[in-house]
T-cell receptor, first 117, second 115 residues
Framework: AQSVTQPDIHITVSEGASLELRCNYS??????LFWYVQSPGQGLQLLLK??????LVQGIKGFEAEFKRSQSSFNLRKPSVHWSDAAEYFC???????????????FGTGTQLKVEL | DTEVTQTPKHLVMGMTNKKSLKCEQH?????MYWYKQKAKKPPELMFV???????INESVPSRFSPECPNSSLLNLHLHALQPEDSALYLC??????????????FGPGTRLTVT
């Protein structure tokens, strides 16, 4: 069964500092990996995705993530954090096509990012 | 356009009420999803529709009844809910591709409070 671990429940960084959010996954085949961001009371916004190819993927809002198969990791990074980046961040793995159609995402428990001004 | 819309934004209902949540997308996606999200938790999958047919029901109580009237619309009918059903209900959609998983696009959610 697939699973996702986000080891950090809360992270606080200063505005302008760099950021790295950790994500480890467990999946038997080639994983489809995603990072989503959620502001309070809002839906989830897709930041970036990894399906195959280049292991460093660029996303929206200046975020990037690196897929490391040997470490089963897909960490999210940003070189300089803005106060507006404060939100909940979810890593997710896609587990293949469902028999009846559609696909199922398994989410990590999330990391709450606080940005200090 | 990667927009999924949901109405209403907020809903307060009593335990004997009947109400419906609505979701719409115009991205041509043929897979649509309902999720339930409690505070400080990740979304939990409830239902998956593929080509307007129910693909997955994650053992959701029958007081939640999904409906997919066409490829753009997804409804969630609510009846005799319990206070513990209070949550943020998220709709999502994705392309259907036989070859692999596709990203899901989420709506802003409906904040449901059951009194």
């Amino acid at each position: 069964a697939q699973s996702v671990t986000q080891p950090d429940i809360h992270i606080t960084v200063s505005e302008g500092a760099s950021l790295e959010l950790r994500c480890n996954y467990s999946y038997g085949a080639t994983p489809y990996l995603f990072w989503y961001v959620q502001s309070p009371g809002q839906g989830l916004q897709l930041l970036l995705k990894y399906f195959s190819g280049d292991t460093l993927v660029q996303g929206i809002k200046g975020f990037e993530a690196e897929f490391k198969r040997s470490q089963s990791s897909f960490n999210l990074r940003k070189p300089s954090v803005h106060w507006s980046d404060a939100a909940e961040y979810f890593c997710a793995v896609g587990g293949g096509i469902l028999t009846g159609g559609g696909n199922k995402l398994t989410f990590g428990t999330g990391t709450q990012l606080k940005v200090e001004l | 356009d990667t927009e999924v819309t949901q109405t209403p934004k907020h809903l307060v209902m009593g335990m004997t009420n009947k109400k419906s949540l609505k979701c719409e997308q115009h991205m041509g996606h043929r897979a649509m999803y309902w999720y339930k999200q409690k505070a400080k938790k990740p979304p939990e999958l409830m239902f998956v529709y593929s080509y307007e047919k129910l693909s997955i029901n994650e053992s959701v109580p029958s007081r939640f009844s999904p409906e997919c009237p066409n490829s753009s619309l997804l409804n969630l009918h609510l009846h005799a809910l319990q206070p513990e059903d209070s949550a943020l209900y998220l709709c999502a959609s994705s392309q259907e591709r036989l070859a692999g998983v596709r990203e899901q696009y989420f709506g802003p959610g409906t904040r449901l409070t059951v009194t």
